[in-house]
């Protein structure tokens, strides 16, 4: 089969397009036909070196995909050939560790495109316990867009922020695919939402997809914004998608007793804060990482409800994952990139 194939870290151009041997499914595994899949900041990373010393060379990047069963392995029911599905981005591979929640708290935990091979490539084979049936009706390209971004999401803002309809939300990076997708799932869940962007442009997409303020920060000071759309009290919850010099703001944007999730650290991996600030106000600081099948499949639901809708920057050829990866990087995404690993 072929796929993007990095054999180090490095600039974009350590991606390649290449040859490798196509997986069969084990016992208990589906083998997918990967029609689309969706890019991650989170790539970019791995790819750079940052979030790991070293990997298994030669590595395939990619955690998102949508595709079709291509085949079962021994024991498997419920699926059938051609069918439409969603891998979960990321899940236990023991059989013992399968329906402990959160999974990611497991110690055979693994997420493709990091602990394993992913899907940057034309197959790729999954447990069949976390694989998602596709009833969306979307096309592969949208459909590719949703799961990592949508999951953890869900993840962040219903299981560990624990938003409820009425709660007054705060997303960082709103025009980002982690961003964007929150706003949806903020809104899905009955909040209001405000979020942060660096442009005009970016606000007014922002605000497309249900933003209720946007905050451009290169020209307003966010937490003084959210005071004042919250009457002064704070936001019920944060969601820092930003880490760094951001966070110390974000906890002093929410309110006595509200909760900041710690969804990543493209602001940087360090920051200094004084504990007062969380203290004196019983403010709470959660972290957020991956997700659970049944996040997906909450999220999924929505989706089929039209509550929540993919955002589609651009898919390009598999072959070009380095330009899809050089413009991830450049922030000049609005919503997610795809890859389509058949096309020419």
């Keep these: 089969m072929k796929a993007a194939v990095i054999h180090e870290f490095g600039d ?31 790539e970019d990373y791995i ?13 395939i990047l990619g955690a998102d995909a949508a595709g079709e069963v291509a085949a079962v392995g021994e024991g498997v029911t419920g699926f059938t050939v051609g069918e439409r599905v969603i891998p979960q981005p990321g ?24 602990h394993r091979s992913g899907t ?20 592969p390209e949208e459909a590719a867009t949703l799961p990592m971004p949508l999951a953890t999401a869900v993840r962040a803002l219903k299981g560990i922020g624990e938003v409820k309809a009425g709660d007054k939300v705060l997303v960082h990076s709103g025009a980002s695919g982690s961003g964007s997708m929150q706003i949806q799932v903020a809104k899905a869940l009955g909040a209001e939402v405000a ?23 290169r020209e307003e000071d966010f937490v003084a914004k959210v005071q004042e759309w919250s009457g002064g009290s704070g936001a019920d919850v944060v969601i820092d998608n930003l880490g760094g010099d951001v966070l ?25 804060f004084d504990v007062r600030s969380l203290f004196f106000a019983q403010k709470q600081l959660r972290g957020a990482m991956a997700s659970d099948i049944e996040d997906l499949e909450w999220g999924l639901e ?14 390009l050829p598999l072959s070009q994952a380095g330009a899809a990866h ?10 997610n990139l795809v890859l389509l690993p058949w096309a020419a």
Excluded: C, M
Excluded at 16 to 39: F, H, M, N, S
Excluded at 53 to 58: G, N, R, Y
Excluded at 91 to 114: C, H, I, K, Q, V
């Design 12 to 42: 974009v151009d350590v991606l390649k397009y290449e040859d490798v041997p196509t997986p069969e499914p084990q016992a208990g595994e589906v083998l997918i036909k990967i029609l689309a899949t969706g890019l991650n900041r989170l």
């Design 47 to 59: 790819r750079e070196g940052s979030i790991v010393p070293e990997l298994e060379w030669p590595h």
């Design 91 to 114: 899940f236990p591979t023991d059989p013992a560790d399968y329906e402990t929640r959160p999974g990611a708290a497991t110690a055979s935990f693994n997420l493709p495109g990091l």
């Design 120 to 139: 940057y490539a034309q197959y790729i084979s999954v447990p069949a316990r976390f694989v998602a049936k596709d009833t969306t009706g979307l096309s």
């Design 195 to 217: 979020t942060t962007v660096r442009s005009a442009e970016k606000a007014e997409f922002a605000k497309g997809i249900g933003a209720d303020l946007v905050i451009n920060t």
């Design 248 to 272: 110390p703001k974000s906890i002093e944007a929410v309110k006595p007793l509200g909760v900041v999730v710690v969804f990543g650290f493209t602001a940087g991996p360090e920051t200094t």
């Design 302 to 315: 929505q989706v089929k409800a039209g509550k929540i809708k993919p955002l589609l920057d651009t898919a």
């Design 326 to 335: 050089k413009r991830l990087a450049e922030g000049l995404v609005k919503g």
